[in-house]
């Protein structure tokens, strides 16, 4: 899932891409309570951030409720999203499962650019936060940001790069 996934997502931000809303292809069943082999698990609360909402489609008169996909992604402040879906459950459990929690910060949705018809990726501005040794606790780790783009990449893939070096240290 996690490939498919990646390239779904490479199909919706790639230069040039309207508006529309594909309704064949999904970044994730919004229907399942898990992410399946995602990095971070991403409850239903987080559809519209992935841009999955449901879209009025068909004839005139029998229009029906469908599960789209877009690609104007928009996590805000204050979105918390963890390793598991556990993460979710009463807090003194869930710090006893989760291994990571990414809180944002700060965020600019995508958008379109000022006076063209391109695509702002926007921003995603992000703490990492790991449960302390006695599991009591989460402690911040460090910070990182992204595009909104390279945000859900990172929640699908995991991190990469100069970022894996960081989760390393978790």
């Known amino acids: 899932m996690r490939e498919r996934s990646l390239r779904l997502l490479d199909k919706l931000i790639r230069k040039g891409h309207s508006r529309e809303r594909r309704e064949t292809e999904l970044l994730r069943d919004p229907e399942c309570r898990e992410s399946g082999d995602w990095f971070l698990c991403v409850p239903a609360c987080f559809h519209r951030a992935l841009d999955i909402v449901q879209t009025l489609r068909g004839p005139k008169k029998n229009k029906r409720l469908v599960w789209t996909q ?8 204050g979105d918390s999203l963890f390793d598991t879906v556990d993460g979710y459950i009463a807090w ?27 695509r702002n ?8 936060f790991a449960p302390s040794a006695d599991k009591t606790k989460i402690e911040k780790r460090f910070q990182h940001s992204f595009s909104q783009d390279d945000f859900v990449r ?17």
Do not use: N, Y
Request: glycine share 10%.
């Open 154 to 170: 990172f929640i699908i893939a995991g991190p990469s790069g100069e970022l894996e070096k960081k989760f390393e240290t978790i």
């Open 70 to 77: 877009g690609a104007w992604f928009s996590f805000s402040a």
């Open 92 to 118: 003194p459990e869930a710090l006893r499962m989760i291994g990571v929690c990414v809180q944002v910060d700060a965020a600019i949705p995508v958008s379109m650019a000022e006076g063209s018809s391109a």
């Open 121 to 128: 990726p926007g921003m995603v501005a992000f703490s990492v």
